[in-house]
């Protein structure tokens, strides 16, 4: 519930790939403590398509616009998008479709050659497996996750956030990603965009995506889903930065 005594921060979030809203439950919760629960939180839903029938991340990103306009036609204090939701937000950025004091690009990379080698190979893989295959597999990988990521809190949500998640999107992003060739990277390096990322993150290399921009925050040893694992932390950056 909003305090009415304090002022409200507006944020825009846009998940990952896989994820929807349920992926930033840990990070909001900090962050609601910070600022006596007065956030209003807005969030980009991702929508399937067709089989193969979006060739590219900018594609998809003109497709989720239409989706998702009125949520874009509004003015927020801050923006924050981690992995995909990363990348789309930095082509919303160059299209100038963002109104925002405040960005964060969180775990996420500037172009498909900041990939890992790992990210690369299930990007190859996975876009062929036949559609009929691709729901069953969708399940498989969401029970799964609760066996590989026991020890994180929310868990049990994360899982259920994979197996709902838009099944041709999951499997076809990954080759969208690879292909993507990045925004301007003047745009980069506005300083009002903050970028997060952990040096041990398996799927988004940082010593590839530190030769584009450096990040303003480095988690060392930190992985991918430093949303989970470091909420406070991040509460606490996203703060400062908005002070700034």
């Not at 980069?188 to 925050?217: A, C, E, M, Q, W």
């Not at 988690?219 to 949303?227: A, V």
Request: charged share 20%; proline share 4%; hydrophobic share 40%.
């Amino acid at each position: 519930m909003i305090n009415s005594t304090y002022k409200i921060i507006d944020i825009l979030w846009i998940p990952g790939l896989g994820a929807n809203e349920i992926m930033y439950i840990p990070l909001i919760k900090e962050l609601n403590k910070i600022y006596n629960n007065n956030i209003r939180n807005t969030f980009i839903k991702f929508y399937d398509v067709k089989p193969y029938e979006i060739k590219t991340l900018e594609e998809y990103t003109d497709f989720l616009v239409q989706k998702n306009d009125s949520k874009l036609k509004q003015k927020y204090d801050i923006v924050i998008g981690c992995s995909m939701g990363g990348m789309i937000l930095q082509i919303l950025l160059e299209k100038q479709l963002i109104k925002a004091k405040k960005i964060i690009l969180l775990s996420t990379a500037f172009n498909g050659k900041g990939l890992t080698l790992l990210a690369k190979i299930l990007a190859y893989f996975i876009y062929r497996i036949p559609v009929i295959l691709r729901k069953m597999i969708q399940y498989f990988i969401a029970y799964s996750y609760r066996i590989y990521r026991y020890n994180i809190k929310f868990v049990y949500q994360f899982s259920k956030m994979f197996e709902e998640f838009p099944t041709n999107v999951f499997f076809e992003a990954p080759k969208w990603i690879y292909n993507w060739k990045g925004i301007n990277k003047t745009i980069l390096y506005n300083k009002n965009i903050y970028v997060i990322h952990g040096t041990s993150d398996p799927l988004i290399s940082f010593n590839k995506i530190s030769t584009n921009r450096r990040p303003n925050l480095i988690f060392k040893k930190g992985s991918h889903i430093l949303f989970s694992l470091y909420p406070d932390i991040l509460a606490k950056k996203i703060d400062q930065f908005l002070k700034t």
